[in-house]
């Protein structure tokens, strides 16, 4: 009997094939045998051949086990092209990554190293027997999912309101399945064709449509592609949502005492981001400084607090402020106004004066800022008598109490105390 298989050869960059008998294997000429052979029994294969799976890039080993094989010989054929790959312990292809070996010949071996894509499909194990005698087995070479470039979207920018198609496209053996998440964490937001919104974790498919899309929704979604074949992998798609610039004020109206400081607040958001700042009515712009402290504190990726805090208020600061923020798609500005909450500058010291007689146990000063200059409100009514003051003692123990309680201290001390003004002891 005459079974023919083809022969791969390769010489340099050309490439044949011919047809050869089975019985001369190429290179090799055996004899064929039927039933007995010298009175032995014929071989038989000891268990089945076991199909492959391998990731590309592994290696592959085909395991054929046979019993009583005598002066019978095996070969390996890759079956869907009949291309011999081995016969007996000779490697007849010309692919270097294959090769054979054997144990005691009872267990062959077909060993195919740095499986590559073009490795897939059946090979048989023969015996030259009449019938020749052969099993089967598949590799099926495993490919982790990898995205198409030119299929797979990049960072998309889309007007709130409307529709963000995103799209990724992966290949690999088996096909990958491919999910999408948010980075954040967040759900995802989907509608139907009605408008109805659901929520969801994580999204399959291999396009993401996200229609009257909102601020909210802006961010780094996750497209992520896995077919059980290690790694999986993930690409990062930023969709930015732009829209005109909006400011929300807590407090329009500010009232502060002059001398303190006091923090005018703006909360801005914008998409893209907007440039900030603040303008003095009626058009001034303010320039940070150690009188004027300006922050933008970044909340979101569209969020943003600003802050101006004027320290030491004058009088001259009171008035309208205007925050102002800009975009490429606009501006936007709030006003707010700052007045003047009547400070209370007037103090009562009170002190133990140890130089006194037990008739006149107590000292009191008192002053008002109505006899003083502005200029000198905030430094007097802050000061403390000096030991060169007559009335100071007892290491400079001092109360200082407004003058919201002067009536009750002036009613127990007015018979014992004198009362001074501030410009007669400077």
């Known amino acids: ?39 032995v029994d014929a071989p038989e294969f000891g268990e089945p051949l076991t199909n492959l799976t391998v990731p590309i890039g592994r290696d592959a080993t085909f395991q054929c086990t046979v019993v009583n094989l005598g002066n019978y010989r095996v ?24 090769s054979v070996s054997h144990s005691d010949h009872f267990t062959w071996y077909l060993h195919i190293k740095n499986v590559q894509e073009e490795d ?28 198409i470039p030119e299929e797979t979207s990049g960072d998309t920018m889309v007007p709130e309101g409307g529709t963000a198609r995103v799209s990724c496209k992966a290949r690999g053996i088996p096909p990958p399945r491919v999910m999408w998440k948010r980075e954040d964490g967040q759900e995802i937001v989907v509608r139907d064709q009605n408008g109805s919104k659901t929520k969801v974790l994580s999204y399959q498919g291999e396009v993401l449509k996200l229609t009257k899309i909102s601020r909210s929704e802006m961010g780094t979604y996750l497209c992520i592609a896995s077919n ?13 949502v732009h829209f005109h610039p ?14 303190t400081d006091v923090t005018l607040e703006c909360y801005v958001e914008s998409s893209p981001k907007s440039i900030n700042y603040w303008v003095k009515d009626p058009g001034e712009l303010i320039i940070p400084s150690e009188h004027h402290e300006m922050t933008v504190r970044q909340k979101s990726m569209f969020e943003a607090e600003m802050t101006m805090t004027i320290k030491n208020i004058r009088r001259e600061d009171l008035g309208s402020y205007i925050c102002v923020a800009k975009n490429s798609l606009g501006d936007v500005e709030s006003k707010i ?45 802050n000061r403390v008598p000096d030991r060169a003051n007559k009335w100071y003692s007892n290491d400079g123990k001092i109360v200082v109490m407004s003058v919201n309680h002067a009536p009750n201290v002036l009613t127990a001390t007015l018979t014992i105390t004198a009362i001074l003004l501030l410009p007669t002891l400077i």
């Open 246 to 259: 909006v400011i929300q004020v807590p407090n329009q109206l500010v009232g502060a005492p002059l001398g």
């Open 120 to 147: 897939r499909g059946q090979y048989m194990c023969q015996i030259n027997t009449d019938p020749m005698k052969s099993q089967m087995g598949f590799l099926e070479v495993v490919i982790p999912p990898d995205f």
């Open 228 to 240: 059980g074949v290690p790694p999986t992998v993930s690409k990062r798609i930023h969709i930015s």
């Open 75 to 98: 070969g390996w054929v890759k079956a869907d092209t009949k291309a011999i790959q081995a016969i007996h312990e000779l490697v007849i292809t010309h692919n270097h990554r294959v």
């Open 1 to 39: 009997m005459v079974i023919t298989a083809r022969c791969a050869a390769e010489d340099g960059a050309a490439r044949g094939s011919m047809l050869v008998h089975l019985l001369v294997f190429c290179t090799a000429l055996v004899a064929v045998n039927s039933g007995k052979h010298g009175g």
């Open 337 to 381: 106004r700052l007045y003047e909450i009547p400070g209370n500058d007037r103090h009562i010291y009170q002190y133990l004066d140890e130089k006194t007689t037990s008739d006149d146990e107590y000292g009191t000063e008192m002053y008002d800022d109505d006899d003083i200059s502005n200029n000198d409100d905030n430094e007097k009514s």
